[in-house]
């Protein structure tokens, strides 16, 4: 089974704090995405990595930054919290092969960070 | 750009009766994936189903099966003989390659609760 396993459930953070979270995945994908998820509003994307070292904006990427140093792991960097981050921010891989059978997103459990 | 809409936020069904989730999608595409996700309460999020859209014959899987008009671009998501363990928020998402990687759009979500 493929598992991606984020490094905190819960995590309390304080306005101006730098914030690491981290994703690690086993199945050798070569994709990794960072979502936030807030009521109403689904998941947005905020980055996502087709390879090491390589990384896109997606739609809400301001205040966020990531790095992807192997390709199991991929962070998500707030480099000054604030108050409107406050979310529940959700990991995914997927293995990008276009046609094939597994090409779905597998997510992490997520972590739900305040910012105070 | 591609946009997913799911009109009803919250559903309630009885144990072991049916119900449809309805999901609408936007795209200018040709090929591409349709998905839907469960969220179960505090509960990493799982792939229900899912659908390659240059397949007519819609898919199933178990209980779950779904209704996919393309034309109307249109991805109901039926769940028969409803159990507990249903009880979750369903994400309907559309997904297409992009160069090297994939771009997933998720609707906002419905929240199923299966009634006792």
């Known amino acids: 089974d493929v598992k991606v396993t984020q490094s905190s459930r819960y995590l309390v953070k304080r306005t101006g704090e730098k914030v690491f979270l981290e994703c690690v995945q086993d199945?050798?994908?070569?994709?990794m995405f960072w979502y936030r998820q807030d009521p109403g509003l689904g998941l947005r994307l905020i980055y996502f990595?087709?390879?090491?070292?390589?990384?896109e904006k997606g739609d809400i990427p301001e205040g966020y930054s990531v790095s992807r140093e192997k390709k199991e792991r991929f962070s998500l960097i707030l480099e000054s919290a604030s108050t409107n981050q406050t979310s529940m921010y959700l990991c995914?891989?997927?293995?990008?092969?276009?046609?094939?059978?597994?090409?779905?997103?597998?997510f992490g459990p997520g972590t739900r960070l305040t910012v105070l | 750009a591609q946009t997913v809409t799911q009109s009803q936020p919250e559903m309630s069904v009885q144990e072991a009766e049916t119900v449809t989730l309805s999901c609408t999608y936007d795209?200018?595409?040709?090929?591409?994936?349709l998905f839907w996700y469960k969220q179960p309460p505090s509960r990493q999020m799982i792939l229900v189903i899912r659908?390659?859209?240059?397949?007519?014959q819609n898919a199933t899987e178990n209980r779950f099966s779904v209704n996919f008009q393309k034309a109307a671009k249109s991805f109901s998501l039926k769940i028969s003989d409803s159990q507990l363990g249903d009880t979750a928020m369903y994400f309907c998402?559309?997904?297409?390659?992009?160069?090297?990687?994939?771009?997933?759009?998720f609707g906002p979500g419905t929240r199923l609760s299966v009634l006792p």
């Open positions: 995914a891989s997927s293995f990008p092969l276009a046609g094939g059978p597994y090409n779905e997103q597998f």
């Open positions: 795209t200018s595409e040709n090929n591409y994936y």
């Open positions: 990595s087709y390879d090491v070292k390589m990384k």
């Open positions: 199945m050798d994908h070569e994709n």
């Open positions: 998402a559309f997904m297409k390659h992009v160069g090297y990687g994939q771009n997933f759009v």
């Open positions: 659908q390659e859209a240059y397949k007519q």
